[in-house]
């Protein structure tokens, strides 16, 4: 019971209002919001970007290096924003885009604590993680929900199919590498398995190649092996793509995020949260 008043103490005008604004894609301020956020990110990602090119001009840089801070600053609002509106921030904070959205703004800040570390190296490239941001856009797609379920219910077929396909690499690895040899550049079984998996793939670098009559003969079966696996996940993939979107055509998916957990990909028929089961305004 005390529970439950904190809860409805806590459920605000103001809380709602801004639930509306920032989480919701369906009305239009919400749209408006979110499309100014969108234009930002397409920013940021541009600066981040050309801060990698090395024959940028010093002015033009320390015009980018501000640019990211302003930006950085904004989501980093954005971010508390979204902390402050849901009634559990824990649980937003540890969903997907929670985490997104803190890995877009995290190394940053963290340059400020360890100024010129070699170890910021590292962190200096998970500033790419902004890039993740783009997933925004799949909460104005009910299609992207289509997509995950897909993958979901070809995840056994296709850890099947992987399970196979380095069974065969294992194999051909190690015939490989008792008809070549060392002599043919297949020193060891790992080496001639990447050669394998080089050769199954189709991609073909050429770095290794078989000099002898029967090792070329095994290539070629490999060759010929790897165009119809390459096909094997693309059917699977799209046979439970079809599944999902017939589902999806009769549940009608809208863009109403819970104001308790974040949780969207609601029902338009829904009374509750299908991850938390708070009611849904």
């Not at 749209?31 to 801060?51: G, K, P, Q, T, Y």
């Not at 501000?66 to 540890?94: D, H, K, M, N, Q």
């Not at 995020?257 to 299908?274: I, L, P, T, V």
Request: some cysteine.
């Amino acid at each position: 019971m005390t529970d439950s008043r904190a809860e409805q103490s806590a459920d605000t005008p103001w809380r709602r209002k801004l639930h509306t604004i920032v989480f919701e894609a369906d009305t239009p301020a919400g749209r408006w919001f979110d499309a100014v956020l969108l234009a930002l990110i397409v920013v940021s990602l541009v600066v981040v970007m050309l801060e990698t090119v090395p024959s940028m001009p010093e002015p033009w840089r320390r015009g980018l290096r501000a640019a990211e801070w302003a930006l950085t600053g904004v989501f980093s609002l954005e971010y508390l924003l979204r902390l402050v509106i849901v009634r559990r921030p824990l649980v937003y904070a540890g969903s997907f885009f929670g985490l997104v959205d803190l890995l877009a703004i995290l190394p940053t800040w963290v340059s400020l604590i360890f100024p010129g570390a070699q170890a910021l190296l590292a962190v200096r490239v998970l500033r790419l993680l902004r890039i993740f941001r783009v997933f925004k856009l799949a909460r104005y797609l009910s299609e992207a929900r289509v997509i995950g379920d897909a993958l979901r219910a070809s995840s056994r077929k296709i850890a099947v199919f992987l399970f196979t396909v380095s069974t065969v690499v294992v194999v051909v690895g190690a015939l490989m590498y008792l008809i070549e040899g060392p002599a043919n550049g297949f020193t060891s079984i790992p080496v001639s398995m990447y050669w394998a998996v080089v050769t199954l793939t189709t991609v073909g670098y050429g770095d290794i190649s078989p000099a002898t009559g029967l090792g070329q003969a095994v290539a070629s079966l490999v060759m010929i092996l790897g165009y119809g696996i390459i096909a094997v996940p693309t059917g699977i993939v799209t046979a439970e793509l079809a599944n999902a979107g017939r589902k999806l055509e009769t549940q009608h998916i809208n863009t109403q995020m819970c104001a308790h957990c974040g949780a969207d990909d609601h029902r338009s028929d829904s009374k509750f949260c299908r991850h938390c089961g708070a009611a849904l305004h």
